[in-house]
């Protein structure tokens, strides 16, 4: 059964920094390209950042490049996003997703973990 | 950025009713058009993707068609269950979701 698990979401001061993880299990991870999807609370959904299945291909979007950096851990089966200087409209329920391999559908989505931007 | 506005913001019908939503790419995207639900507290679920095809696991009364600049889902008989925000979305370039539309069961 395909699971992807966030977590490191909570509070953060503007301008500080949380690291989120999404563990994945039940499918070959190395085989799927990953992505972040962020919700606002009672917002629609925000495609936030894209990883390949090598990662050799990286994408952001405007709202935080230069802010964010997507990784993954191969031998630990991991997605991870570091998220610095946080603002305050970064606030949101952050999903992780997978691609079906070879195509650019996000298949399995994760539960999600709040992230909140509050001083 | 494509921009992609659905239609309507809400939809309140019966059950057994047939539900069409509409979305519309302000420029072509081909058949790159996917469809999730989401339900209240949950995470979205992949509907339909290619426009027009049904993920795993998805009941036939979901159904997509369309390609270009116009979309639509269908819900051909709504259930109690279908009570949730439909999203469209596009990776023809940079993805972007719609607002979504929100279906309400009377």
């Known amino acids: 059964e395909v699971q992807l698990v966030e977590s490191g979401g909570g509070l953060s001061q503007p301008g500080g920094s949380l690291r989120l993880s999404c563990a994945a299990s039940g499918f070959t991870f190395s085989s799927h390209a990953m992505s972040w999807v962020r919700q606002a609370p009672g917002k629609g959904l925000e495609w936030v950042s894209y990883i390949s299945s090598s990662g050799g291909t990286i994408y952001y979007a405007d709202s935080v490049k230069g802010r964010f950096t997507i990784s993954r851990d191969k031998a630990k089966n991991s997605l991870h996003l570091q998220m610095n200087s946080l603002r305050v409209e970064d606030t949101a329920i952050y999903y992780c997703?997978?691609?079906?391999?070879?195509?650019?559908?996000?298949?399995?989505w994760g539960q999600g973990t709040l992230v909140t931007v509050s001083s | 950025e494509i921009v992609l506005t659905q239609s309507p913001a809400t939809l309140s019908l019966s059950p057994g009713e047939r539900a069409t939503l509409s979305c519309r790419a302000s420029?072509?995207?081909?058949?790159?058009l996917v469809w999730y639900q989401q339900k209240p507290g949950q995470a979205p679920r992949l509907l339909i993707y290619?426009?027009?095809n049904r993920a795993t696991g998805v009941p036939a009364r979901f159904s997509g068609s369309g390609s270009g600049t116009d979309f639509t889902l269908t819900i051909s008989s709504l259930e109690p269950e279908d009570l949730a925000d439909y999203y469209c979305q596009q990776r023809s370039h940079w993805p972007t979701f719609g607002q979504g539309t929100k279906v309400e069961i009377k």
């Open positions: 997703a997978r691609d079906e391999v070879n195509k650019d559908v996000a298949d399995y």
């Open positions: 420029q072509s995207v081909g058949n790159h």
């Open positions: 290619d426009a027009s």
